[in-house]
C-alpha cells in the first residue's frame, strides 16, 4: 500500500466516536506507518491502541483500511498510525455507486414539511420518494439520519423528478452545504455498505 500513500494526501480519518472524524493531509510515511495532522481540539477523540477508519481518493479509486494509533504528539497536533498492507480495501470508481436506503425522512418547503422515503444515498446525494412538487430551481431543507441515527441536516437541489402512477414523485439531486463531518459519516457508511455487498 505505501505507493498508494503519499506526503501531503489528502485523507479522512474517522475515530469511535464519528464526531471527531476529520479531513488531514498525509504529514509522513514510514513504512507500515503513517503521521497525519490533527488540530489539538480534535485529538481528545484519538486514544493509543485505537483502531480509527481511514479512506482517500487514489489512481485507482477509493482506498479504505483501519489503522492502529501508535502514537501521539500532542505538542506538534501528530497522530501516528500503523496499518497491515495486506489488509485494505480499494473500491474502484465506477463501483462506488449509490446504496440502498430505506429510510423516512423530513424535507422542508417554506412552511410545510414532508414525510420523505428514501430510496437510495450516495457520497453527493440521494434519491427519495414523496408527495411534495420539488422545483429544480430550488434548494430544500432536509435532514435525515443514517445507522447512526446521528441527524444530518443540509440542503437538497432536485436534479431530476419522475411522477409515479400514485401521485407520489421520483426525486433525485444533490446535497447542497454538507457539512465536512457528514459528508465523511456518509462516505463512511457507504463504504461499509458496498463492502458487505461485495463479500456476499
Do not use: H, W
Not at 30 to 53: A, M, R, W
Not at 99 to 108: N, R, S
Amino acid at each position: 500500500m505505501k505507493e498508494l500513500l503519499k506526503i501531503d494526501q489528502k485523507i479522512s480519518m474517522v475515530p469511535e466516536d464519528i464526531n471527531g472524524a476529520l479531513s488531514t493531509k498525509i504529514k509522513k510515511v514510514i513504512g507500515n506507518s503513517i503521521e497525519v495532522t490533527v488540530s489539538k481540539e480534535d485529538l481528545e477523540f484519538y486514544k493509543l491502541q485505537d483502531s480509527v477508519e481511514m479512506f482517500t481518493v487514489v489512481d485507482e479509486g477509493m482506498l479504505y483500511f483501519k489503522p492502529i494509533i501508535s502514537e501521539i504528539r500532542k505538542d506538534e497536533g501528530v497522530v501516528k498510525v500503523d496499518f497491515d498492507k495486506e489488509k485494505y480495501d480499494l473500491l474502484q470508481r465506477r463501483e462506488f455507486t449509490r446504496i440502498d436506503l430505506d429510510k423516512e425522512f423530513t424535507l422542508k418547503d417554506e412552511d410545510k414539511d414532508y414525510v420523505c422515503k428514501c430510496v437510495d444515498i450516495s457520497a453527493g446525494g440521494m434519491k427519495f420518494i414523496t408527495s411534495a412538487e420539488l422545483s429544480v430551481e430550488k434548494d430544500y431543507s432536509i435532514e435525515f439520519s443514517l445507522e447512526s441515527n446521528i441527524p444530518i441536516q443540509c440542503y437538497f437541489k432536485p436534479i431530476r423528478t419522475d411522477k409515479q402512477e400514485d401521485n407520489k414523485n421520483i426525486v433525485s439531486g444533490r446535497f447542497i452545504a454538507l457539512k465536512n463531518i457528514d459528508k465523511i459519516a456518509i462516505v463512511q457508511f457507504c463504504f461499509k455498505k458496498q463492502m458487505e455487498n461485495t463479500n456476499k
